[in-house]
C-alpha cells in the first residue's frame, strides 16, 4: 500500500493470517506501518494497493457498508468528539484546557466501540494520551469486555500489549517478527530489544 502512487510503499509483502478471538499488540517506531495496517482493514485506503484482506472468507472489498457495521470498530490514533455537547458534559465549567481533555476524548471512543459489541477491534494508540495507571484499567476493561473479539492493539507502551497471545512487530512497512511474547522474548530480535531499551522511537 502506497498514500500515492509516486510515494515509497507504506506497507509491503503483509501476509497474515488472524484468529477469531485472538489478542493481537502491535509495535514498531513511528512510521513503521502500523496505523497503515489499521487503514487499510478498515478499506479508508484502497487506492494504490494489491492483494486482499479477509475477514471471515469474504474479501472486504467486496463488503458494502452494511457488511462492516457489525463486525469492526476502531479507535483511532487521532480520536475525534462527536458533538460540542460531550466536551461540556466533560467540563461543565470550562475549567480545562484542550490538552487536559485529548486522553478523555479517546476514551470516549473506547465506549463507543464497547457499545456497539464489534467482533474485531482496532485499538491504535487508544491510551497514548492517558496516564500508565489509567491505562491499566483500560487494558483491564478491554480484557474482559473483548474476551469473544478479536482485538489488534497497536501499543504506545510496551506493558500495554505484553498480555497479547501474538505480537507483531513492523519496521519500515513491512512484519519484522511475529509470535508469542515469549517466543520474541526468547529470540534475540527486535521485540527483544524494544523491551531491552523500552525505546519506541518517539
Ligand atoms: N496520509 C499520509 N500520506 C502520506 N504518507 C503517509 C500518510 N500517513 C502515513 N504516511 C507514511 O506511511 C508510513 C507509515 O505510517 P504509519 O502507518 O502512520 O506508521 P505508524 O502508525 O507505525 O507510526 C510512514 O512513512 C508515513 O510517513
Ligand atoms: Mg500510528
Do not use: W
Amino acid at each position: 500500500m502506497k498514500y500515492g502512487a509516486h510515494l515509497n510503499y507504506a506497507l509491503r509483502n503483509i501476509n497474515l493470517t488472524i484468529n477469531p478471538g485472538e489478542k493481537i499488540g502491535i509495535v514498531g517506531r513511528t512510521g513503521a506501518g502500523k496505523s497503515s495496517l489499521a487503514k487499510v482493514l478498515f478499506r479508508l485506503i484502497h487506492e494504490n494497493t494489491s492483494g486482499s484482506i479477509l475477514i471471515d472468507g469474504q474479501d472486504i472489498s467486496e463488503f458494502g457498508v452494511g457488511d462492516y457495521r457489525p463486525r469492526l470498530g476502531m479507535i483511532p490514533q487521532e480520536s475525534t468528539m462527536l458533538d460540542g455537547s460531550v466536551r461540556r458534559n466533560l467540563d461543565p465549567l470550562q475549567q480545562f484546557s484542550a490538552e487536559d481533555i485529548s486522553g478523555q476524548q479517546q476514551l470516549f471512543g473506547l465506549c463507543r466501540v464497547i457499545m456497539r459489541k464489534r467482533k474485531i477491534v482496532v485499538l491504535d494508540e487508544a491510551t497514548a494520551n492517558v496516564d500508565l495507571e489509567t491505562d491499566r484499567s483500560v487494558q483491564e476493561l478491554i480484557r474482559k469486555e473483548f474476551s469473544d473479539c478479536t482485538v489488534l492493539t497497536i501499543a504506545h507502551r510496551l506493558e500495554t500489549i505484553m498480555k497479547s497471545d501474538r505480537i507483531i512487530v513492523m519496521d519500515r512497512g513491512a512484519i519484522a517478527e511475529i509470535g508469542t511474547p515469549q517466543e520474541l522474548l526468547s529470540k534475540d530480535g527486535m521485540f527483544a530489544q524494544l523491551v531491552e531499551t523500552s525505546d519506541f522511537g518517539q
